[in-house]
Nanobody, 121 residues
Framework: QVQLVESGGGLVQPGGSLRLSCAASGSIFSINVMGWYRQAPGTQRELVARITSGGSTNYADAVKGRFTISRDNGENTVYLQMNSLKPEDTAVYYC???????????????WGQGTQVTVSS
């Protein structure tokens, strides 16, 4: 059984910073891509940032220059440093990972339960 557990969400004022963490646990053979998505009320879930096992990254245009994704492969953890937060960044942030539970099994996609980020004065 694989779990992705997010932490670090909360309430922050505009211009502030938050750091999200997501730890993958359970029977994990390898993790390929890890990423963060977000979903605001009434909208579709959208990609925020993703990072490969080799460290290649890509970001949504809306967060480029403000957010930084990183990962610790030894700890199966991905981070999202969010700076210069804006009210429009308010959403539930979800961790996502493509991983194998065994070398004999195909890569599957997993989601965390989500963590709320609210940017408001």
């Amino acid at each position: 059984q694989v779990q992705l557990v997010e932490s670090g969400g909360g309430l922050v004022q505009p211009g502030g910073s938050l750091r999200l963490s997501c730890a993958a646990s359970g029977s994990i053979f390898s993790i390929n891509v890890m990423g963060w998505y977000r979903q605001a009320p009434g909208t579709q879930r959208e990609l925020v940032a993703r990072i490969t096992s080799g460290g290649s990254t890509n970001y949504a245009d809306a967060v480029k220059g403000r957010f930084t994704i990183s990962r610790d492969n030894g700890e199966n953890t991905v981070y999202l440093q969010m700076n210069s937060l804006k009210p429009e960044d308010t959403a539930v942030y979800y961790c996502n990972a493509d991983l194998q539970t065994s070398g004999y099994y195909p890569i599957r996609n997993y989601w965390g339960q989500g963590t709320q980020v609210t940017v408001s004065s």
